[in-house]
Protein backbone atom coordinates (compact mmCIF):
# COMPACT_ATOMS: atom_id res chain seq x y z
CA UNK A 1 0.00 0.00 0.00
CA UNK A 2 1.09 3.04 -1.00
CA UNK A 3 1.23 6.06 1.50
CA UNK A 4 2.31 9.37 1.47
CA UNK A 5 3.15 11.07 5.02
CA UNK A 6 3.31 15.22 5.72
CA UNK A 7 5.11 16.88 8.22
CA UNK A 8 6.25 19.88 9.41
CA UNK A 9 3.53 22.11 9.46
CA UNK A 10 2.63 24.38 12.13
CA UNK A 11 1.84 28.25 13.43
CA UNK A 12 4.32 30.67 12.61
CA UNK A 13 4.20 34.43 12.49
CA UNK A 14 4.82 36.49 9.02
CA UNK A 15 8.09 36.34 8.10
CA UNK A 16 9.04 33.01 9.63
CA UNK A 17 10.04 29.72 8.05
CA UNK A 18 9.00 26.10 8.32
CA UNK A 19 10.03 23.52 6.11
CA UNK A 20 7.46 20.58 5.58
CA UNK A 21 8.46 16.83 4.65
CA UNK A 22 7.10 14.50 2.85
CA UNK A 23 7.83 10.60 3.36
CA UNK A 24 7.04 8.14 0.48
CA UNK A 25 6.25 4.12 1.52
CA UNK A 26 5.74 1.29 -0.40
CA UNK A 27 6.50 2.17 -3.83
CA UNK A 28 9.32 3.33 -5.77
CA UNK A 29 9.66 6.66 -4.45
CA UNK A 30 12.51 7.79 -7.10
CA UNK A 31 10.19 7.15 -10.18
CA UNK A 32 7.68 9.73 -9.42
CA UNK A 33 7.87 13.37 -10.22
CA UNK A 34 6.39 15.31 -6.95
CA UNK A 35 4.65 18.28 -6.26
CA UNK A 36 3.24 20.30 -3.37
CA UNK A 37 0.22 21.69 -3.50
CA UNK A 38 -2.20 23.96 -0.78
CA UNK A 39 -5.70 24.54 -0.17
CA UNK A 40 -6.84 27.63 1.68
CA UNK A 41 -10.55 27.71 3.23
CA UNK A 42 -13.12 28.48 0.57
CA UNK A 43 -10.59 28.43 -2.46
CA UNK A 44 -9.46 25.59 -4.84
CA UNK A 45 -6.05 23.38 -4.12
CA UNK A 46 -3.53 25.25 -6.03
CA UNK A 47 -0.03 23.42 -7.17
CA UNK A 48 2.82 25.45 -4.75
CA UNK A 49 5.90 23.57 -6.17
CA UNK A 50 7.04 20.77 -8.46
CA UNK A 51 10.11 18.88 -8.74
CA UNK A 52 11.22 16.32 -11.23
CA UNK A 53 11.95 12.75 -10.00
CA UNK A 54 15.97 12.81 -10.08
CA UNK A 55 15.35 16.74 -8.74
CA UNK A 56 16.84 18.36 -11.60
CA UNK A 57 14.57 20.57 -12.40
CA UNK A 58 11.92 22.00 -10.26
CA UNK A 59 9.43 24.87 -10.80
CA UNK A 60 7.13 27.23 -8.21
CA UNK A 61 4.14 29.02 -8.25
CA UNK A 62 4.53 32.58 -9.26
CA UNK A 63 3.22 33.44 -5.17
CA UNK A 64 5.66 32.02 -3.76
CA UNK A 65 8.59 32.00 -6.25
CA UNK A 66 12.16 33.05 -4.26
CA UNK A 67 10.76 31.92 -1.09
CA UNK A 68 10.08 28.68 -1.55
CA UNK A 69 12.09 25.71 -2.38
CA UNK A 70 11.10 22.03 -3.04
CA UNK A 71 13.70 19.51 -2.75
CA UNK A 72 14.07 15.72 -2.66
CA UNK A 73 16.39 13.09 -0.63
CA UNK A 74 15.67 9.76 -3.12
CA UNK A 75 17.76 7.82 -0.54
CA UNK A 76 14.80 9.02 2.01
CA UNK A 77 12.05 8.27 -0.24
CA UNK A 78 11.41 12.09 0.86
CA UNK A 79 10.31 15.26 -0.77
CA UNK A 80 10.99 18.68 1.21
CA UNK A 81 9.50 22.03 1.19
CA UNK A 82 11.40 24.79 2.82
CA UNK A 83 8.59 28.16 3.37
CA UNK A 84 10.69 31.29 4.06
CA UNK A 85 9.67 34.87 4.78
CA UNK A 86 5.79 33.42 4.99
CA UNK A 87 2.51 35.77 4.81
CA UNK A 88 -0.54 34.97 6.26
CA UNK A 89 -1.63 34.48 2.47
CA UNK A 90 0.07 31.42 2.71
CA UNK A 91 -2.45 30.23 5.27
CA UNK A 92 -3.60 26.21 4.13
CA UNK A 93 -3.35 22.46 4.40
CA UNK A 94 -0.26 21.66 2.39
CA UNK A 95 -0.28 18.43 0.30
CA UNK A 96 2.29 16.53 -1.45
CA UNK A 97 1.26 14.18 -4.29
CA UNK A 98 3.28 11.84 -6.73
CA UNK A 99 2.68 13.65 -9.89
CA UNK A 100 0.15 11.55 -12.85
CA UNK A 101 -0.65 9.04 -9.72
CA UNK A 102 -3.52 8.72 -7.53
CA UNK A 103 -1.06 8.99 -4.41
CA UNK A 104 -1.70 12.26 -2.25
CA UNK A 105 -0.76 12.86 1.74
CA UNK A 106 -3.31 13.71 4.38
CA UNK A 107 -2.34 17.32 4.55
CA UNK A 108 -0.43 19.23 7.39
CA UNK A 109 -1.83 22.66 8.23
CA UNK A 110 0.36 25.86 7.84
CA UNK A 111 -0.89 28.94 9.59
CA UNK A 112 1.15 32.23 9.24
CA UNK A 113 -0.57 34.59 12.12
CA UNK A 114 0.69 37.01 14.20
Known amino acids: QVQLVESGGGLVQPGGSLRLSCVASGTIFSIYDMDWYRQAPGKQRELVAA????????NYADSVKGRFTISRDNAKNTVYLQMNSLKPEDTAVYYC???????WGQGTQVTVSS
Open 97 to 103: HARNSVY
Open 51 to 58: ITSGGSTT
